[in-house]
């Protein structure tokens, strides 16, 4: 499935498109979805970009490619000063999913979860599912899940279901081979690894040929879509958030592109 084609089925039928941010670490964006009769609650479709500058089309630049985006921003509400939360990812979601600044919930790095720092919170997702609506997440929304084994950032309480996460790796096989490699060797040598960022990885960018959803935004795109086209008519309106992992390190994306 093309990049075209992961944007126009996200956006089928979208009646009104609310929002579109851009910041140094999270890009979002915000539709209403659906073509329901007046006064039926609309479907939201909530799109998290990981590491998306303003270094698009709808921005001006004129070397990067982003016609979708583009597309989407013409028809949307176009921040021209929208300024990141955090210059850590992990900080900046649990910000934007919260409306607390970091220096509110103490959150500033990785490995803890916004319902510890602030135990009453409710978050934008939680909001729609306390009020009427089937509340699901595909891919990285709050942070990234778990690297091995130091527990999830996500917040199981802001969804109707469990977060669906990616099922492919983040490499290609040939590089994810590699690293598998390097974590081997690093275990053989009696290395202890004590947070995510002391595992090897690969190289910092991948260009495998293989499907789209042999790859984690394609894959969560292709698992957004099948939620989309599987729903039955009479269920309830949904919050939908979709968060892609691209264009944050590693820079891997099907050869195609």
Same mark, same amino acid.
């Given at each position: 499935?093309?990049?075209?084609?992961?944007?126009?089925?996200?956006?089928?039928?979208?009646?009104?498109?609310?929002?579109? %941010?851009?910041?140094?670490?999270? #890009?979002?964006? &915000?539709?209403?979805?659906?073509?329901?009769?007046?006064?039926?609650? !609309?479907?939201?479709?909530?799109? =998290?970009?990981?590491?998306?500058? +303003?270094? *698009?089309?709808?921005? @001006?630049?004129?070397?990067?490619?982003?016609?979708?985006?583009?597309?989407?921003?013409?028809?949307?509400?176009?921040?021209?000063?929208?300024?990141?939360?955090?210059?850590?990812?992990?900080?900046?979601?649990?910000?934007? &999913?919260? @409306? &607390?600044?970091?220096?509110? /919930?103490?959150?500033?790095?990785?490995?803890?979860?916004?319902?510890?720092?602030? %135990?009453?919170?409710? /978050? &934008?997702?939680?909001?729609?599912?306390?009020? @009427?609506?089937?509340?699901?997440?595909?891919?990285?929304?709050?942070?990234?899940?778990?690297?091995? =084994? !130091? #527990?999830?950032?996500?917040?199981?309480?802001?969804?109707?279901?469990? *977060?669906? !996460?990616? /099922?492919?790796?983040?490499?290609?096989?040939?590089?994810?081979?590699? $690293?598998?490699?390097?974590?081997?060797?690093? $275990?053989?040598?009696?290395?202890?690894?004590?947070?995510?960022?002391?595992?090897? $990885?690969?190289? /910092?960018?991948?260009?495998?040929?293989?499907?789209?959803?042999?790859?984690?935004?394609?894959?969560?795109?292709?698992?957004?879509?099948?939620? !989309?086209?599987?729903?039955?008519?009479?269920?309830?309106?949904?919050?939908?958030?979709? @968060?892609? *992992?691209?264009?944050?390190? +590693?820079?891997?994306? +099907?050869?195609?592109?």
């Amino acid at each position: 499935m093309s990049n075209k084609s992961h944007f126009l089925a996200l956006r089928k039928n979208a009646l009104s498109i609310f929002s579109f %941010t851009c910041s140094c670490i999270v #890009g979002t964006c &915000l539709v209403s979805y659906g073509s329901d009769p007046p006064g039926k609650p !609309l479907n939201i479709l909530w799109i =998290m970009v990981d590491d998306l500058r +303003p270094q *698009l089309g709808c921005y @001006g630049d004129q070397t990067v490619k982003s016609p979708h985006i583009d597309a989407l921003a013409e028809r949307s509400l176009l921040f021209n000063q929208a300024y990141c939360q955090s210059a850590v990812c992990s900080p900046s979601r649990n910000s934007m &999913l919260s @409306g &607390l600044r970091p220096h509110t /919930t103490g959150l500033h790095g990785f490995g803890k979860n916004i319902r510890d720092a602030v %135990t009453d919170v409710i /978050t &934008l997702p939680q909001h729609f599912k306390q009020n @009427g609506y089937e509340a699901r997440g595909f891919g990285k929304i709050f942070h990234i899940y778990a690297e091995s =084994m !130091l #527990g999830s950032e996500d917040d199981p309480a802001s969804w109707s279901q469990p *977060l669906r !996460l990616p /099922t492919v790796p983040v490499w290609g096989p040939e590089q994810n081979a590699l $690293r598998e490699k390097l974590i081997e060797e690093a $275990r053989s040598s009696g290395k202890v690894f004590k947070h995510p960022h002391d595992w090897p $990885r690969a190289e /910092t960018w991948d260009d495998s040929d293989v499907p789209d959803d042999k790859m984690q935004d394609g894959n969560t795109t292709a698992m957004a879509i099948e939620f !989309l086209q599987t729903r039955e008519s009479d269920a309830p309106p949904f919050f939908l958030a979709v @968060g892609f *992992l691209r264009p944050h390190l +590693p820079f891997n994306a +099907p050869k195609k592109y």
